[in-house]
T-cell receptor, first 111, second 115 residues
Framework: RKEVEQDPGPFNVPEGATVAFNCTYS??????FFWYRQDCRKEPKLLMS???SGNEDGRFTAQLNRASQYISLLIRDSKLSDSATYLC????????????FGKGTTLSVSS | DAGVIQSPRHEVTEMGQEVTLRCKPI?????LFWYRQTMMRGLELLIY????????DSGMPEDRFSAKMPNASFSTLKIQPSEPRDSAVYFC?????????????FGPGTRLTVL
């Protein structure tokens, strides 16, 4: 089983749509969770951290289910500028600040 | 403030040649990470340093790969000899502090092509 698994997509949605991405992780001892965003041929950048109680940042909502080892990202009212690859990221429990990245889910928003 | 700086941005070399990738982390950051990204394997952690000391190099694919951090503002990743399967984008990232919730800031990457 891969350590962080994501549906690669692509997800093709119209502007204004709501889209959800899911991710599962294998190490139950992981404590830190993130979504990073990577634009085409660019470096990854932190989109948001994911906390146990769930958290929201504008149009973006992240949820964590520790029991199922499942993380989700919901994007409401999609914009053209949301087109990117979204990487699910968890920490390596025995390695402090080191992270494991999923392969990413590609989102394409069209007008 | 300048972000993480990597050079070169693009490198094309022939199989068997030595390749050296360079990274300057964000000033004040005490963690530095080297990653490799390919379509097949995604973004993989190769090695990371804390206060210039290598902490975990278990992701380094083989002995042809080596990394150094002689001071807080400079790190290199060397491949010798290079092979076509080393073709990938190599990212350097830095962060501050031990907490795994601390954001990692990535450089623009070096796109390596080995012919």
């Amino acid at each position: 089983r891969k350590e962080v698994e994501q549906d690669p997509g692509p997800f093709n949605v119209p502007e204004g749509a709501t889209v959800a991405f899911n991710c599962t992780y294998s190490n139950s001892a992981s404590q830190s969770f993130f979504w990073y965003r990577q634009d085409c041929r660019k470096e990854p950048k932190l989109l948001m951290s994911v906390y146990s109680s769930g958290n929201e940042d504008g149009r973006f909502t992240a949820q964590l289910n520790r029991a199922s080892q499942y993380i989700s990202l919901l994007i409401r009212d999609s914009k053209l500028s949301d087109s990117a690859t979204y990487l699910c990221v968890v920490n390596i429990p025995q390695a402090g600040t080191a992270l494991i990245f999923g392969k990413g889910t590609t989102l394409s928003v069209s007008s | 403030d300048a972000g993480v700086i990597q050079s070169p941005r693009h490198e094309v070399t022939e199989m068997g040649q030595e390749v050296t990738l360079r990274c300057k982390p964000i000033s004040g950051h005490d963690y530095l990470f080297w990653y490799r990204q390919t379509m097949m394997r995604g973004l993989e952690l190769l090695i990371y340093f804390n206060n210039n000391v290598p902490i975990d190099d278990s992701g380094m694919p083989e002995d042809r790969f080596s990394a150094k951090m002689p001071n807080a503002s400079f790190s290199t990743l060397k491949i010798q000899p290079s092979e076509p399967r080393d073709s990938a984008v190599y990212f350097c990232a830095s962060s501050f502090g031990f907490s795994s919730y601390n954001e990692q800031f990535f450089g623009p990457g070096t796109r390596l092509t080995v012919l």
